[in-house]
């Protein structure tokens, strides 16, 4: 059996118009002769709705009832679909997590799939129906509705695809795919047709907000193809593949930029084993999260500066952990919130020699200085003034020929 | 076990501060060590919103469909409900209508509930639990969601107060109970303390829209005491019991009066036997409610005048289907709108001779001149022109004394 997994943000079904829409893309689908399961969001904002609700009943709201309160947005859209396809004489109808059922565990709010019982799909899939399953939810053994926590009706979607051995699974969404780097910071910026695993985890998890990296991570774990586009304009997507179905020479996928990075430099700590670790658990006890770390060369081989970027938000929280501990020894503290992190991504780089040079060398002519350096396999970062973002972007952009 | 039932109305929980409210009525319930099962209606509003939406898609919408639609409401109020109890530090969980589960049987839209598994519930009720029920709704043998027809949430309660023994139902609605007559008609009508299911079912049917008939009439069946009271004002609502258990000497307990009723009256009627009949037939086909009947006394043998009464919105339709129909021979057809069909009921009237009397001679001394008359054991109706209801409400009133 073919089958193909649709799934629909809550953009895309944020109307009723929407939901008439999204029911012809479905249709242009079932027309093609595949077995359609669609996995749909709740409507826009009312998810939100809910949860400014559950806030104004409890500030310490029962995770139980919070997964029964926000599993009802799901219930809704998918009746709504399910309903107009039979509008237009198609068989459907919608499936609620424990008709299926599909199972969870964890805990309440942040739920994963364990199972998806297929027989029953299977059956209506053979009997000719579409399936029109409440993406965000499941059930779990105590029988009581769940919600799976980071990925959500993407999450869905994927285990649905792994489950029932979808080949495909297209996320609609409301942008048209992934970008080079982001179309609102630099309108130059180009749709990637096909970007690997690999790469969209980095993009992801730097924050192009296409998709949750939980989900492309269970995707790639399952080989699944996952085509990202949109339910507004009739376009080509972008299709998320494993590394060696990508045919296409660029060394550089993308391009990301952060805003809300700060940076803190401890001057004059002492240069033995243990330091670092000293400063950074109290931090990480703390749910700070560290994201680069560059410790200077010590020049007298007693003491050294410290430096490591963590998000602007956790800026007065870091100093008071640091001033608080008494063991961590130290001439001077200094903070920086006017910086971004740049990078560049792609998979292509580590055949590439070279990349690294070039990509200084751009940011280098326009006078860009560089503060912090970290890089991995398959992405650069570098750590700049904030104000030189823009400028930093088309340089690279220029440079890696993402125009083209 | 003693076993409270107490079902809340959309009104009663139709804000965030409302529901805080309802908690605190259930919180004093439970300081008084009652076993409480809460049933729930959906947040005011939100039905009809749904509903809204459902036309929108289409005006054919999946029956199946609707019933996932709709119950999403009530899940939204129970999950509310049973987070703001566990707020204030006691046990409670939402129960939807599959996790216990109440099975319907019948057509989507309009299923009925025949049975309910007790042993979850029992097992949470021992265990010091409130469990907070989605009202309005089921599951049938097909694992799908049901929503009960007419009576919805009360037929919910009453039928939950049936299978768990319960001897008390309490419905907390916008309403402070059962009145004498409609409050907003004659301002000294008076809140009735204790009616018979018959008298109420006599009251409901007539326009007190307090509980829908099939509710009342499942509460008499299984000899459920029922409290109609306000979930806005501490007040002692209405009882709805058994007659032996009304100890009152009341020997009306209420009068209502109608606004939207027609006299249709046929001039010249063929007197001969099966005439009613051929008349009746096609209008009861066509779902006209004919609802008073008389047939004048024929003159000479031949020729009678015919009068019934209809829904004035059934008035064309009625005309149209009579002169279509060419079996039907009449003189003339007089139309007349402006009536009211005005009733006292009480169960008291069976055993006191002389109401019907007393009713007649108040409504002359006032000049009231009464069309159409009709009488069941424990109701009695007349159809008088419209501008005279007040007046009638107001005299009918004093004569059986019902300010007292």
Redesign the interface.
């Known amino acids: 059996m073919k089958i193909v997994v649709l799934k629909f943000g809550g953009t895309s079904v944020g109307s009723?118009e929407r939901?008439?829409n999204v029911v012809k893309i479905i249709h242009s689908y079932h027309k093609k002769k595949y077995k359609l399961i669609v996995v749909s969001s709740a409507m826009s904002g009312v998810t939100n709705d809910?949860i400014k609700?559950?806030k104004?009943?409890?500030n310490?709201?029962?995770p139980?009832?919070?997964d029964?309160?926000l599993?009802?947005?799901e219930?809704?859209s998918?009746?709504?679909i399910?309903?107009?396809l039979?509008?237009i004489g198609l068989k459907s109808?919608?499936w609620?997590s424990?008709?299926i059922p599909i199972l969870t565990k964890g805990l309440h709010k942040n739920a994963k799939i364990i199972s998806i019982y297929k027989n029953r799909i299977i059956k209506y899939l053979k009997e000719g129906g579409i399936p029109v399953i409440a993406g965000f939810q499941g059930v779990n053994l105590n029988?009581?509705?769940t919600t799976i926590g980071r990925g959500g009706s993407d999450s869905s979607a994927i285990m649905l695809a792994k489950f029932f051995g979808a080949k495909r699974c297209i996320i609609y969404t409301d942008v048209e795919g992934v970008y080079t780097t982001d179309p609102n910071k630099l309108k130059n910026a180009k749709k990637i047709k096909v970007i690997s695993y690999e790469e969209m985890l980095e993009m992801a998890s730097l924050g192009a907000k296409v998709m949750q990296p939980i989900s492309i991570q269970d995707a790639r774990l399952n080989r699944i193809n996952i085509e990202v586009k949109s339910s507004f304009k009739k376009k080509t997507g972008t299709l998320i593949t494993k590394r060696k179905n990508i045919l296409s020479s660029k060394i550089i996928a993308g391009i990301s930029s952060t805003q809300n990075d700060a940076k803190v430099t401890l001057v004059g700590v002492k240069d033995k084993p243990g330091v670092a670790a000293m400063i950074f658990k109290p931090l990480s006890k703390n749910l700070v999260n560290v994201d680069m770390v560059v410790q200077n060369i010590s020049a007298n081989g007693k003491e050294t500066d410290l430096t490591f970027t963590i998000k602007t938000e956790d800026l007065g929280k870091t100093k008071k952990i640091i001033n608080a501990n008494k063991n961590i020894k130290f001439r001077k503290i200094l903070l920086k919130k006017d910086v971004s992190k740049v990078s560049i991504i792609g998979v292509g780089m580590i055949s590439t020699p070279g990349v690294t040079f070039r990509m200084f060398q751009a940011l280098a002519k326009k006078n860009i200085n560089i503060q912090v350096i970290s890089t991995s396999e398959i992405k650069i970062s570098v750590l700049i003034d904030k104000r030189n973002t823009k400028k930093a972007l088309v340089a690279l952009h220029n440079e890696f020929k993402l125009e083209d």
Chains 1, 2 share one sequence.
């Open positions: 009723i939901i008439k809910l609700k559950s104004k009943i409890s310490n709201f029962s139980e009832e919070y029964v309160l599993s009802s947005g219930q809704v998918c009746s709504l399910a309903a107009r039979n509008h109808r919608s609620l424990w008709q029988n009581r509705v």
